[in-house]
């Protein structure tokens, strides 16, 4: 039988594996910008026609190549970046395979002219083949050009997306390199992002963010929630300055707006992440897009922490966390309560992850799920708030005066003697400082309560029952805070439960058939 296996030449092995690695113009300028900073570039230059498929130009003043290596680039697996496979653990380059040139090269018409600052050399490839080298005039750097790209496996060029979409794609690439690299003068088609901070650099190509992210190994920014979008677009993640694409990041960080955010909103922002190269593989796909970290779990919540505390911090306290008005007429006249976070009020808020606030419960994950009834907290902490010695009142901006029917005045006496601080006028009440949690526009709806009630635990627990107030997620997580310091932290004033832990196991029982108080219809 006549024999049909021949092994395939150096340059069709280049042409398959380039569908890998080249998948359109945009990878291609990914690859040869990324080259340029490996070479340590201050200054690249890009030039594209044609959404990329007439040719691409890259000019940098990097390090450059000697006349041996600049003939040789263009050759499968020929890298000056790893020499054995324990050097990718400690790799600090974008490219390490050895494959880019080569693809490249192998689908079009290729020229590389570069210096060491020795001396100068020009290398012409045509589908991967060298045809000419000479000495030539540059100074240090590497300038590669790109022609007639797929020229030569028409099939590939067939299925690729129109110029618009490529010249996009191409705009994107850049971009995003460029947000990692602020100290680098990048120029695309004549528009040209020059040296600068790395929140200009970002302002600059996402627009105003107004939310900075300080973690030990996460710093970042996002957009505002108001600016979140439909789409994913505006998410960039890189690690060690290596852009990636990683949806479980991207997860993380919506989870960190948590409920400021629509479930089907975006949240835009850039996150650069710092991690020992050996605790993350980027060795996963061919272009490097994704990564894949030892402990995910971990990464996770560092990301989420992060963002969360970069609300916490940056948002004006008296906005996020103080209790807004609420509906009564008191309530415009009197701006809201600004009270402040303190050091371990954050720790703790980190040590429980909230979910979210439901109706008028706060969702917590703890070792398992903790529902807070959250009026119930209120009232314990609004008691505990009016202790005679030590009462937690903060001073108000403004009085707040009502009117004293006759009688009313024994009962103001008893406040007085709880700590909220007053003045006793006749026919009025002013009030001077407030418990913390305690709003001026709910003062008055509370005296009424604690007329009604000869004794103050009733008449807190009257006043958070009814009260219409709706907690956010910031006000919820104060409020949780504030419930740690108390010194019944379990139960309202009445004794009734203010939250319930459900552990694994406990959904397991609740879920066992038969068992289930939640009845399947
Ligand atoms: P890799 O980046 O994975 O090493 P490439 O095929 O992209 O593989 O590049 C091959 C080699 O060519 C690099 O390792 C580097 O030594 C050299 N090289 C490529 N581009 C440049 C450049 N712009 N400046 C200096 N050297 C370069
Ligand atoms: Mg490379």
């Not at 004794?495 to 289930?516: M, P, T, W, Y």
Request: net charge neutral; with cysteine.
């Amino acid at each position: 039988m006549k024999n049909t296996i021949t092994k395939l030449s150096p340059q069709v092995i280049n042409q398959i594996a380039a569908g890998e690695v080249v998948e359109n113009p945009a990878s291609i300028v990914k690859e040869l910008v990324e080259n340029s900073l490996d070479a340590g570039a201050k200054e690249i230059i890009v030039t594209t026609q044609d959404g990329g498929f007439t040719s691409i130009q890259v000019e940098d003043d990097g390090f450059g190549m000697s006349e041996a290596d600049a003939r040789c680039c263009v050759e499968r697996h020929a890298t000056s970046k790893i020499h054995n496979i324990e050097d990718l653990d400690a790799l600090s380059t974008m490219g390490f395979r050895g494959e880019a040139l080569a693809a490249i090269s192998s689908v079009s018409l290729f020229e590389i002219k570069t210096s060491d600052g020795a001396g100068a050399t020009r290398v012409i490839a045509d589908g991967g083949v060298v045809s000419n080298s000479e000495p030539c005039a540059r100074n240090r750097g590497t300038s590669i050009t790109i022609r007639s790209l797929f020229y030569n496996v028409p099939a590939r060029k067939k299925f690729q997306k129109s110029v618009g979409s490529n010249t996009a794609a191409i705009k994107r690439t850049i971009e995003t390199l460029a947000l990692a690299h602020e100290d680098v003068t990048f120029t695309l088609n004549g528009k040209t992002f020059y040296p600068t901070s790395r929140k200009n650099r970002v302002q600059e190509i996402l627009g105003d963010v107004e939310i900075e992210v300080r973690g030990k190994n996460v710093t970042g920014y996002c957009a505002s929630p108001q600016r979140a979008s439909g789409k994913r677009l505006s998410q960039y993640v890189f690690i060690n300055r290596r852009p990636i694409f990683s949806p479980l990041i991207a997860k993380a960080v919506k989870m960190g707006f948590s409920t400021r955010i629509g479930e089907h909103e975006y949240p835009r922002f850039v996150l650069f992440l710092e991690v020992a190269p050996d605790s993350v593989d980027v060795n996963v796909h061919p272009q490097k897009k994704e990564a894949r970290f030892k402990d995910e779990d971990a990464i996770f919540r560092l990301v989420q922490k992060a963002v969360e505390r970069a609300f916490i911090q940056d948002l004006p306290f008296e906005k996020e966390i103080s209790f807004t008005p609420t509906t009564t007429s008191f309530s415009e006249s009197f701006p809201s309560l600004p009270f402040k976070v303190e050091e371990e009020d954050l720790d703790f808020i980190y040590t429980d992850r909230a979910l979210g606030v439901f109706g008028n419960y706060l969702l917590l994950q703890k070792e398992g799920l903790v529902l807070v009834d959250l009026r119930a907290a209120f009232a314990r902490v609004l008691f505990e708030s009016l202790t005679p010695d030590k009462s937690q009142c903060q001073e108000l901006m403004f009085p707040v005066e009502v009117p004293l029917e006759r009688g009313d005045e024994e009962k103001a006496e008893e406040l007085s003697k709880l700590g909220i601080e007053c003045r006793i006028l006749p026919r009025l009440l002013v009030v001077d400082a407030l418990p913390l949690f305690l709003e001026p526009g709910q003062f008055p709806e509370f005296f009424k309560n604690f007329k009604a009630e000869k004794r103050l635990d009733r008449a807190a627990i009257n006043f958070c029952r009814n009260t219409k107030k709706q907690f956010s997620l910031a006000e919820a997580n104060a409020l949780w805070s504030q419930l740690k310091k108390c010194q019944d932290k379990m139960f309202d004033p009445l004794g009734n439960r203010i939250f319930v832990e459900l552990k694994q196991e406990d959904f397991a029982k609740l879920l066992l058939r038969g068992n289930s108080c939640i009845k399947p219809e």
